[in-house]
Antibody, heavy 120, light 111 residues
Framework: QITLKESGPTLVKPTQTLTLTCTFS??????????VGWIRQPPGKALEWLAL???????RYSPSLKSRLTITKDTSKNQVVLTMTNMDPVDTATYSC????????????WGQGTLVTVSS | QSALTQPASVSGSPGQSITISCTGT?????????VSWYQQHPGKAPKLVIF???ERPSGVSNRFSGSKSANTASLTISGLQAEDEADYHC???????????FGGGTKLTVL
């Protein structure tokens, strides 16, 4: 069974850096073809893809957020970490990680998500 | 504003069929076979129901089907059931620069 779970702060102040950890089980990020992505969803709004990391450490970022994002993996701990700098209230959202599914850019399963609020 | 355009809402009665559209460009939906659809119930994580335009993951009802014509992908749900009431999101590969784009989401109401 594949599971993913996000962890990190629920509240951050404007200008701070957000660090989120995705801890997964049931697969390995050292297996060829495997990838893990981060997606966020502001309350009542659309999904927005943020970043993706592959088994070979190839990394992809949303062009609009690339300057603020860093994605890394720790294969031994089965974890993927996302950092986002210079947080703003508009970054308030549920942040989710998900495993790549199939050969393209589909995601399944997803973690439950973690709501991050940006407020002073 | 999302990269892919979906209707804000659709509705149908139990037993009927509905179709949700997802319109992009030749740089995303029209250019690749990597369109996926997600079902999201309130307060829950999205669930993949269609990948690679037409493929269904194991365990997903065959009432869900996907298709694509030019720059528009579509999700059809046949034999509507009350449990299908949810938000539906489309997603597409968008080339090596943009990589992944989502639609704005569609709320399906089962009357």
């Amino acid at each position: 069974q594949i599971t993913l779970k996000e962890s990190g702060p629920t509240l951050v102040k404007p200008t701070q850096t957000l660090t989120l950890t995705c801890t997964f089980s049931g697969f390995s990020l050292s297996t060829t073809g495997v990838g893990v992505g981060w997606i966020r969803q502001p309350p009542g709004k659309a999904l927005e893809w943020l970043a993706l990391i592959y088994w070979d450490d190839d990394k992809r970022y949303s062009p609009s957020l690339k300057s603020r994002l860093t994605i890394t993996k720790d294969t031994s701990k089965n974890q993927v970490v996302l950092t986002m700098t210079n947080m703003d209230p508009v970054d308030t959202a549920t942040y989710s990680c998900a495993r790549l599914y199939g050969s393209g850019t589909s995601f399944d399963p997803w973690g439950q998500g973690t709501l991050v609020t940006v407020s002073s | 504003q999302s990269a892919l355009t979906q209707p804000a809402s659709v509705s149908g009665s139990p037993g009927q069929s509905i179709t949700i559209s997802c319109t992009g460009t030749s740089g995303d939906v029209g250019g690749y076979k990597y369109v996926s659809w997600y079902q999201q119930h309130p307060g829950k994580a999205p669930k993949l129901v269609i990948f690679d335009v037409t493929e269904r993951p194991s365990g997903v009802s065959n009432r869900f089907s996907g298709s694509k014509s030019a720059n528009t992908a579509s999700l059809t749900i046949s034999g509507l059931q009350a449990e299908d009431e949810a938000d539906y999101h489309c997603c597409s590969y968008a080339g090596s620069s943009t990589f992944v784009v989502f639609g704005g989401g569609t709320k399906l109401t089962v009357l």
